[in-house]
């Protein structure tokens, strides 16, 4: 702390404060300020000697600070509680967004705080609950922490101490699913923990500006389409997670029930902590757990992933695409909210998925190539970009990432940062123009 406190002293004396800030630097200063995080972040795993390599450090606290969740530790209760406590916590301060916190705290940033706060806020559509930035982003900080608070005290009404509560709901709040037991959620075996955390991974998934409107009375706002998509999406999904381990052979039980319901929402809210190794239950569920690796959490959420919003809008143009066909001279606008979008927004909605999943195929290929198998190797880039944690293969759900080769950890390593930074505002930083 005290070596980013004078870093950033210097940076302040040395760089004079410019009157605006154009586009491209909004975008550089964002993806250094996650990348330069992750760099000090992982000063205390490497200086303490528990992760004496700085590849794994550094992994581990970009998995940490984009709450993707994906570790290297094989014995995570090995380590000090000092360190798990601060691993846990690069997942709160991610969660809500590090440049936001910066915004809120430090409202005399002024200059640029729209063009920064915009660059790193998750979803296509950037809503705001007050005219200015930094209001929109204490408001969203206030929230988060009112959350954090009411699990933390719930928690430790189910038993939990302190330290294993405050560390469960950081990672929760910022659906991370770093936690300071191995064996995940799973290592308190207790229905009451399951369910609080099941409540508290979803609320986070959701769009927090509609939390916003909700604690100021108007609980309409859970009518809202993305909302409505979201929970619809999960419900689905457990439906037939259940009926698919019953039909295996699974016994019908509120156990069986639970354990679908906790993974269903947990890997939707790319949240990644385990009650249950679902690496072993039939083929389907897996599938449909990989597909909710790219559906993930919703528009202003602390999830990751292509977000509810677009995959709704996505389905919304591919239906008004169809009824051109019947209806050449019709005109069928895509709606959201009940209003129209602007063709830009579509646009730019559907060319977001498309390179996401062009940038997908080249990361699967890219594991390929270092020898990984074909399970391990699209569980491991899904999990990443959409900053779940736990994948398929052997990085799955009792797993970790340990046995990646150095370069693959370099990659995927920037597919988390690439996913929680919504793939734009880092890939424009590769583009030779960009620097022109």
């Not at 037991?181 to 075996?189: T, V």
């Not at 909700?214 to 037939?240: H, P």
């Amino acid at each position: 702390m005290i070596g980013m406190l004078g870093l950033g002293l210097l940076l302040k004396r040395l760089c004079p404060k410019p009157a605006e800030l154009s586009v491209r630097e909004g975008f550089l200063i964002v993806a250094l300020t996650w990348v330069v995080s992750s760099v000090l972040g992982a000063l205390p795993f490497m200086i303490s000697g528990a992760i004496p390599s700085f590849t794994d450090a550094f992994f581990e606290t970009m998995s940490g600070f984009t709450t993707t969740g994906a570790s290297i530790l094989k014995d995570i209760e090995a380590l000090p509680k000092s360190l798990l406590f601060w691993r846990s916590t690069t997942h709160w301060l991610g969660g809500m967004g590090v440049i936001a916190l910066a915004v809120a705290i430090f409202p005399a940033l002024g200059v640029g705080a729209s063009q920064l706060f915009k660059a790193e806020a998750p979803g296509p559509i950037k809503e705001k609950i007050s005219p200015r930035i930094s209001e929109t982003a204490k408001l969203l900080w206030i929230i988060y922490l009112l959350f954090s608070v009411v699990e933390t005290l719930l928690l430790m009404g189910g038993g939990l101490n302190l330290y294993d509560s405050l560390c469960t709901t950081f990672g929760t709040m910022a659906t991370g699913g770093f936690s300071p037991r191995n064996a995940s959620i799973g290592a308190y075996k207790s229905p009451y923990v399951d369910y609080v955390v099941i409540v508290f991974m979803f609320l986070a998934g959701a769009n927090f500006n509609l939390h916003y409107w909700a604690l100021r009375g108007k609980m309409t706002v859970y009518r809202d389409s993305e909302f409505r998509f979201y929970t619809g999406v999960t419900l689905l999904a457990v439906g037939i997670i259940v009926f698919a381990r019953w039909l295996a052979g699974t016994v019908w039980s509120e156990s069986m029930i639970r354990s679908s319901l906790f993974q269903t929402v947990s890997i939707v809210t790319t949240t990644g902590f385990i009650t249950d190794d679902y690496e072993k239950w039939p083929l389907l569920t897996r599938l449909v757990l990989l597909l909710l690796m790219f559906v993930g959490g919703c528009t202003a959420s602390t999830g990751g992933a292509i977000k509810n919003v677009r995959v709704c809008v996505l389905f919304k143009y591919l239906s008004s695409e169809l009824k051109k066909v019947f209806h050449p001279h019709g005109v069928f606008p895509v709606k959201l909210r009940n209003k129209p979008l602007t063709e830009s927004t579509v646009s730019n909605i559907v060319g977001f998925i498309i390179l996401y999943i062009l940038l997908f195929v080249a990361g699967v290929m890219c594991m390929a190539g270092m020898g990984l198998d074909l399970d391990t190797s699209i569980g491991s880039v899904a999990a990443t970009l959409g900053n779940v944690g736990p994948g398929l293969g052997t990085v799955g759900a009792v797993d970790n990432y340990s046995a990646v080769p150095i370069l693959g950890k370099w990659v995927l390593s920037f597919m988390m940062l690439a996913g929680r930074l919504e793939i734009f505002t880092v890939l424009v930083l590769l583009m030779p123009r960009f620097w022109r």
